[in-house]
């Protein structure tokens, strides 16, 4: 007889802190009680200190179709019907440099002067018209009447092009210019949340690594985070789909974003050259570490990457990763560190792909209700 696979969602964190487990007590679609004990036959693929911390009653179970990871990312993205949600928009120029930023500020409804607000960071290539944004914020609006505003960056969702320096996993400094100007622009709220989906995940990590206790936010989050970026690059090109949907199809929006900063950009690589490129790591190699100074592709990957800072972040953050995403393999995770940090938690579903994680439940995003959940425990 057919036996479904396991479908629990496993969870690594440091149980010393019993504050831990208390709190994801109160999250229901993150933990619920489980009879049973941890074994080395929970390990993801049999990966070394994979084993989760404890056994987990909550089950994510995708629609039949989306057990296929690639379905999965295409429904999400695609398919799933779109909000367009309004929002109102400030533009904010970093006077550093000159560069161009915006803030989306999502128009749901009432909100009190100290209402609890979410910031967010968007993916590669995105912004706040992305589904899986606007979905979070009409969950957390509805559920908890949370607030939500958008970072939009430098040559995205509209954004002008006004400085030469782009944007990548670790400039930080548009992010700070934001949480300055949301803080003090809402001084009655006390309770701000931070969220990166993608590659705003690895900007959130590198932000909170760099900020360290002084983060003004009560807690973060990070869904989909492409934790070891050598790691993931392998996996981009692992497969003939990887390569085509995901390295090349990603690749392709890069250079629709560099044609943005016109002749500006061929003092890092001639228009051949990345006329010619591929894929994102082709990219990388011809324009982004040239860009931001590293030495090469991999060395931006590795200074960018989540993995390499996980037990230096000071403060509470809840990482939600799948582990059939395509693009963010699990062998990248660093499961250690997350069971040694208290301040950590790490869930990671069977099923979800690539900022999808479709519950077949009701068709809509495990992972919303999850983090919203995980932001209320602060409340």
Not at 142 to 158: P, S
Not at 168 to 189: F, G, N, R, S, W
């Amino acid at each position: 007889m057919f036996k479904r696979e396991s479908g629990e969602v496993k969870l690594y964190f440091d149980p010393s802190n019993k504050d831990t487990l208390s709190r994801l007590e109160k999250c229901p679609h993150l933990y619920q009680q489980s009879e049973f004990k941890v074994t080395d036959a929970d390990r993801i693929n049999d990966i070394n200190e994979s084993e989760p911390t404890i056994k987990n009653g909550v089950s994510l179970y995708p629609p039949w179709m989306m057990y296929n990871s690639h379905y999965m990312n295409y429904y999400a993205a695609f398919a799933i019907p779109k909000l367009n949600l309004k929002s109102t928009r400030e533009i904010l120029v970093n006077p550093n440099d000159g560069g161009t930023v915006s803030l989306d500020w999502f128009d749901l409804g009432e909100y009190s002067e100290d209402c609890p607000t979410v910031l967010v960071c968007h993916g590669l290539t995105g912004g706040s018209h992305e589904r899986y944004i606007q979905y979070f914020a009409k969950h957390s609006y509805k559920e908890q009447g949370f607030r939500t505003v958008v970072l939009n960056y430098r040559g995205c969702a509209g954004n002008q092009v006004t400085a030469d320096i782009g944007y990548c996993a670790t400039q930080i400094e548009d992010l700070k210019m934001a949480v300055k100007h949301v803080t003090e622009k809402l001084p009655k709220v006390e309770k701000w949340f931070l969220l990166g989906f993608s590659l705003g995940a690895s900007i959130v990590v590198n932000y909170l690594n760099d900020a360290g206790d002084s983060s003004p936010f009560v807690a973060h989050a990070s869904i989909s985070n492409p934790m070891n970026m050598v790691e993931c690059t392998k996996n981009l090109k692992a497969t003939y789909l990887n390569n085509y949907l995901y390295n090349q199809g990603l690749a392709k929006n890069i250079k629709k974003l560099f044609s943005k900063w016109g002749d500006g950009i061929y003092k890092y690589a001639t228009k051949e050259e990345i006329a010619a490129a591929k894929t994102i790591y082709d990219l990388d190699t011809l324009v982004t570490h040239k860009m931001f100074g590293y030495k090469s592709a991999t060395h931006y990957y590795e200074e960018a990457s989540s993995s390499r800072n996980i037990q230096n972040l000071k403060k509470p953050i809840l990482f939600i990763n799948a582990s059939d995403d395509p693009i963010a393999p699990v062998i990248g995770f660093p499961f250690y560190k997350f069971k040694h940090n208290p301040n950590t938690i790490l869930a990671v579903s069977r099923w979800g792909a690539h900022l999808g994680f479709i519950d077949q439940k009701d068709h809509q995003s495990w992972a919303d209700k999850a983090v919203t959940e995980y932001f209320t425990s602060f409340l």
